[in-house]
C-alpha cells in the first residue's frame, strides 16, 4: 500500500519544487536584464564596445566607463539587494511579525544618526563615516533588545521599543541637521536617504567578504530556525536552544543590515518588503531566503535604474525604493486590521 500511495504523495514535493526552480529561474532572469540595463542605458559605449571591454579588450574609455563608472555601483546595489533582503527575512521569521525590518525598527535610523554626527559634528569621511554607521546599526540594535527583554524576547514588544527608539533617533537627527552647516547638511542627507553613488573597488570587495563570512552563518541558522517557527516549547522538546537561536539570528541579521547601511546609507523599505514578495511568489510559506536575496537585487538595481536614468533628473535609490515601500506599508496595515490583526 505504501508502495502504491509514495507517487501520489511525492507529486504535491515535485510541484512545489519545480514551483520554486521556476520562481528562482524568472528572479535570475531579471537580475541579468537589469545588469544589462544598467550597464547599457544611457552609455556612450555600443554593445559590442561593451562586451569587449568587459573581456579585456576596450580602450582607456571603456575601461573608465565601465570599470570606474557603471561596474562598481552594479555590484554594490547587488550586494546591498542581498545584505537588506536577508536581513528583513531574518527579523520577520525570528520575531514573527511583518513590520520588523531594520528600518521600521529604527536600526538604520541608528546607522544614520552615528554617520550624521561623524559628519557633521566630527568633520569626518569616507571609511571613518562607514565604520560609524555600522557602530551605531549595532548600538541601536543592542539597546532594543536589552529593553526588549523580559525572561526572553517577544515579536511584539521588540517592535515596539524598535519603534519607540526609531522615533527617538528621528529627533536626534532633526536636532543635527537644523543646527549644522548648510553645506555639511547636503553631504549629509545624499548619504542618510539611502545612495549607491560612485563606490570605489574597495567598498564593493570588503561589502562581499562581509557577506561571505555572513552568508554560511544565514545557511546553518536556516535550519534551526525553521524548527523555531514550530514554537518556542515544541524547538526546545527538539533541543534547540530558543534563546540562544533567537540571538544568534537576530544578531546576524543586524550584521547583515548594518554592513548594508554603512555602504548604501538607510535604503528604505528594501529589508521590509522583499521576504513578503518572495513568500507570495511561492506555493508554501517558509523562510524563502534564496528568493528574498534575488528580489533585494531585482528592487535595487530597478530603483537604482529609475533614478538615474528613467525620471529626467538623478535621484537617490532610497527615495524610488521608499515611494515603492510605503504604499505596501500602508496596504499591510489596512489589510492587517480589516483582518482583526494588529500586527
Keep these: 500500500m505504501t508502495t502504491l500511495l509514495a507517487p501520489e504523495a511525492a507529486a504535491p514535493l515535485r510541484h512545489r519544487t519545480g514551483h520554486r526552480s521556476a520562481v528562482v529561474a524568472v528572479l535570475v532572469g531579471l537580475v541579468l536584464l537589469l545588469v544589462w540595463l544598467s550597464l547599457t542605458v544611457a552609455s556612450p ?27 562598481p555601483r552594479l555590484l554594490l546595489g547587488a550586494l546591498v539587494g542581498v545584505a537588506f533582503a536577508l536581513a528583513g527575512a531574518l527579523f520577520q521569521t525570528v520575531l514573527r511579525n511583518p513590520l520588523a525590518s531594520p528600518d ?45 527583554w523580559r525572561s526572553g524576547v517577544s515579536g511584539y514588544r521588540f517592535v515596539l521599543v524598535g519603534v519607540g527608539i526609531a522615533f527617538l533617533v528621528n529627533a536626534g ?34 561589502l562581499a567578504a562581509v557577506l561571505v563570512v555572513l ?22 522538546g527538539l533541543g534547540v536552544p530558543v534563546e540562544l537561536t533567537r540571538l544568534a539570528v537576530l544578531g546576524t541579521a543586524v550584521a547583515l543590515a ?17 521576504a513578503p514578495i518572495a513568500r507570495r511568489m511561492l506555493p508554501t510559506a517558509g523562510l524563502a531566503l534564496v528568493p528574498s536575496a534575488l528580489v533585494g ?43 482583526g490583526r494588529g500586527a
Excluded at 45 to 71: C, S, W
Excluded at 180 to 198: F, K
Design 45 to 71: 559605449l555600443t554593445a559590442g564596445e561593451l562586451l569587449r571591454t568587459l573581456v579585456g579588450q576596450g580602450d582607456g574609455g571603456g575601461e573608465f566607463v565601465v570599470f570606474r563608472l557603471r561596474l
Design 258 to 274: 548594518a554592513a548594508g547601511t554603512a555602504f548604501a546609507g538607510p535604503v528604505a523599505f528594501v529589508a521590509f518588503v522583499c
Design 104 to 148: 521600521i525598527l529604527g536600526i538604520g535610523g541608528g546607522a544614520s544618526l552615528a554617520a550624521a554626527t561623524a559628519i557633521l559634528v566630527g568633520g569626518l569621511s569616507g571609511a571613518a563615516v562607514t565604520l560609524s554607521a555600522a557602530g551605531g546599526a549595532v548600538v541601536v540594535a543592542a539597546a532594543i533588545y536589552l529593553l526588549a
Design 215 to 236: 552568508a554560511p552563518l544565514v545557511a546553518v541558522l536556516a535550519g534551526r530556525l525553521r524548527v523555531l517557527q514550530l514554537g518556542d516549547d515544541t524547538a526546545g
Design 297 to 339: 537585487i531585482v528592487l535595487v538595481l530597478a530603483a537604482d535604474l529609475t533614478g538615474q536614468h528613467l525620471l529626467g533628473l538623478q535621484v537617490p535609490v532610497g527615495i524610488v525604493t521608499g515611494v515603492i515601500g510605503a504604499p505596501y506599508l500602508l496596504w499591510l496595515l489596512a489589510t492587517s486590521n480589516r483582518e
Design 173 to 206: 537627527l532633526g536636532y543635527l541637521v537644523s543646527r549644522a552647516d548648510l553645506n555639511d547638511v547636503r553631504e549629509a542627507l545624499v548619504w542618510m536617504v539611502g545612495s549607491l553613488g560612485t563606490p570605489p573597488w574597495r567598498d564593493v570587495v570588503v
